[in-house]
């Protein structure tokens, strides 16, 4: 009993683990005091996957996301096409191809489009305003490990740094200017 508390201690504590830029995952992570943005592909029985994206502002601000900003590429280095977004009401799914993104705010979202070949990604990056926000592939234990730590961060706090440090959450992914 007592060495399976030190293996779960360890794993609340432990720092996420990144996987080099050429790994595939269905999880990915970026994280920094602006921007949280999290995909983990769901697989389907079909031989698929649903893409599902969190983006947490952290920051005052309001950008404009449409479908063709996100980028998934898979081990073979095809795209996937992301026809729209699919956002969740409580009845029916809200489908648009046009994103309203506002700061100091968060929001969960389905893509939708065609991800046969897709269970996994190699890269993901968002462009959002001048920037290209790229993912870090993570090993999804790692992830959901993250997820729960980012969950308690206190959103309201006006330096969200301290939460950080003391969750134990490490900056991941990187920023490259919008390629346009």
Not at 95 to 101: A, D, E, I, Y
């Amino acid at each position: 009993m007592r060495r399976w508390t030190g293996f779960v201690i360890a794993l609340i504590f432990s720092t996420a683990t990144t996987w080099s830029a050429n790994d595939s995952s269905r999880c990915h992570a970026f994280i920094n005091y602006d921007f949280i943005w999290t995909l983990e592909m769901i697989p389907d029985r079909a031989g698929g996957a649903t893409p599902i994206l969190n983006i947490v502002t952290l920051r005052p601000g309001e950008w404009d996301l449409r479908p063709e900003q996100i980028h998934l590429f898979n081990s073979r280095g095809l795209e996937a096409e992301i026809d729209r977004f699919s956002i969740e009401t409580g009845e029916e799914p809200y489908l648009t191809h046009f994103l309203k993104v506002h700061g100091d705010s968060f929001i969960g979202l389905d893509l939708v489009g065609d991800f046969q070949g897709f269970e996994e990604v190699e890269n993901v990056s968002v462009d959002l305003g001048d920037v290209r926000y790229v993912l870090q592939p993570v090993d999804c234990l790692d992830f959901e490990v993250l997820v729960d730590r980012v969950n308690l961060v206190n959103f309201d706090s006006p330096d969200v740094r301290e939460d950080y440090t003391v969750l134990g959450i490490e900056l991941i992914g990187s920023i490259e200017p919008r390629r346009y």
